[in-house]
């Protein structure tokens, strides 16, 4: 990929600075190498010939599905307490939790 953008140990030493962040030289190397890398990955995307592709908001079809909303009668309050080992008044009891 000759023709792709590259990012030379001049381009890492300032992304460095301005990221506040103290490199040695080989780390200097090492980011300058991964974010070639990183770049020409890029590059190679940008080269994918999308002419007539719709954009996707997501990866797959997403259908949204809806239930009708329909008034139903509320349990009282005995009702769903019925099956609690432990109540007080209306609420259920629970352990403390720390």
Same mark, same amino acid.
């Given at each position: ?8 140990? =001049? ?12 490199? =040695?030289?080989?780390?200097?190397? *090492? ?20 002419? @007539?592709? *719709? ?12 239930? =009708? ?6 349990? =009282? ?11 007080? @008044? ?9």
């Amino acid at each position: 990929m000759s023709d792709s953008p590259s990012i030379d140990i =001049s381009t890492a030493e300032k992304m460095s600075r301005l990221a506040n962040l103290k490199m =040695s030289s080989e780390q200097l190397k *090492e980011m300058s190498f991964t974010l070639t890398k990183v770049v020409q990955l890029f590059h190679s995307l940008s080269q994918v010939n999308t002419e @007539g592709i *719709e954009p996707l908001v997501t990866p797959v079809d997403i259908r949204l599905v809806l239930r =009708s909303d329909l008034a139903k009668t509320n349990f =009282s309050a005995e009702e769903m307490l019925s099956n609690a080992p432990e109540k007080t @008044g209306n609420l259920f009891t629970v352990p403390p939790v720390v």
